[in-house]
């Protein structure tokens, strides 16, 4: 992948571009004082990917979700990052959902 890109707009001026590796969580904190009233407190995370190796993205996206989101769904206790697998039936079982 190409990090910078330069364009010509025109009489000799260029707008260079750079890539960027930058990954935002937002959320949003509500903390209800009564009578239909409520105060939020917006909140913001960000991470720079451009030092990680692009195979551990992932990985790191999915430890962010677990650390900072605000719901964590894990479908295997003992390795929690991994994708859910579904098992494999025998061809004969097309009919049966489970």
Request: aromatic share 12%; charged share 30%; no cysteine.
């Amino acid at each position: 992948m190409k990090k910078e890109a330069e364009f010509h707009i025109s009489d000799g001026q260029y707008l260079t571009m750079k890539t960027t590796y930058t990954v935002q969580m937002k959320d949003k904190l509500r903390l209800l004082i009564g009578e239909g009233k409520s105060r939020d407190l917006d909140i913001t995370i960000t991470a720079d990917f451009e030092k990680i190796p692009k195979e551990y993205h992932l990985l790191f996206m999915k430890m962010m979700m677990v650390r900072y989101g605000g719901i964590v769904n894990i479908h295997d206790n003992t390795n929690p990052f991994e994708d859910p697998k579904t098992p494999k039936k025998p061809w004969y079982k097309f009919w049966k959902s489970n």
